[in-house]
T-cell receptor
Framework: DAGVIQSPRHEVTEMGQEVTLRCKPISGHNSLFWYRQTMMRGLELLIYFNNNVPIDDSGMPEDRFSAKMPNASFSTLKIQPSEPRDSAVYFC???????????FGQGTRLTVV | GNSVTQMEGPVTLSEEAFLTINCTYTATGYPSLFWYVQYPGEGLQLLLKATKADDKGSNKGFEATYRKETTSFHLEKGSVQVSDSAVYFCALTSSNSGYALNFGKGTSLLVTP
């Protein structure tokens, strides 16, 4: 589904560097979610926004993680400083207005070395 | 809280075999239930959904019935194809979680010719 565009698709960075992941919803929505996928922990919710307002960030693992949604068409997830254990695939997803199902972007595969 | 338990994989089947992937859930209120599929290197795609008890979701030959009495949503397909090889995730969402998804750990399916 082309409802969500994520960039970059792949990111390799050194430990300690700042990483910014981007999400661009291209269809109408009222909620936006950031998930992380690892082999050990599966898919975990990090944070979600309703109408651009952060509602629940209890899944954000540490203060090193932050997320913003300055407008309905753009969201970022930032990790500063990054650590090897942050290596994962990060997904952005949206719920369309009036719907309960989520539509996912292709994900960003992050590798921290 | 909400949770989803699905059978561990990997599952290996021959083409045209019958598929069942078990999924049970724990939730407060009246959740909606989903199966998502993830092909290698891709994001998650909605396969099917059911929003109330006794609903049957179906798509591409896959089916699952929302069973409130057994809190289950098992995925079935009568005759699998090689192209069905993927990871399958059972998930639920509800209004009291802001429609964020709770996922099972995923079941890897490999279909051999």
């Amino acid at each position: 589904d082309a409802g969500v565009i994520q960039s970059p698709r792949h990111e390799v960075t050194e430990m300690g560097q700042e990483v910014t992941l981007r999400c661009k919803p291209i269809s109408g929505h009222n909620s936006l979610f950031w998930y992380r996928q690892t082999m050990m922990r599966g898919l975990e919710l990090l944070i979600y926004f309703n109408n651009n307002v952060p509602i629940d960030d209890s899944g954000m693992p540490e203060d090193r993680f932050s997320a913003k949604m300055p407008n309905a068409s753009f969201s970022t997830l930032k990790i500063q400083p990054s650590e090897p254990r942050d290596s994962a695939v990060y997904f952005c997803a949206i719920n369309r207005q009036g719907g309960t199902e989520a539509f996912f972007g292709q994900g960003t595969r992050l590798t921290v070395v | 809280g909400n949770s989803v338990t699905q059978m561990e994989g990997p599952v290996t089947l021959s083409e045209e075999a019958f598929l069942t992937i078990n999924c049970t859930y724990t939730a407060t209120g009246y959740p909606s239930l989903f199966w998502y599929v993830q092909y290698p290197g891709e994001g998650l795609q909605l396969l099917l959904k059911a929003t109330k008890a006794d609903d049957k979701g179906s798509n591409k030959g896959f089916e699952a019935t929302y069973r409130k009495e057994t809190t289950s949503f098992h995925l079935e397909k009568g005759s699998v194809q090689v192209s069905d090889s993927a990871v399958y995730f059972c998930a639920l969402t509800s209004s009291n979680s802001g429609y964020a998804l709770n996922f099972g750990k995923g079941t890897s399916l490999l279909v051999t010719p």
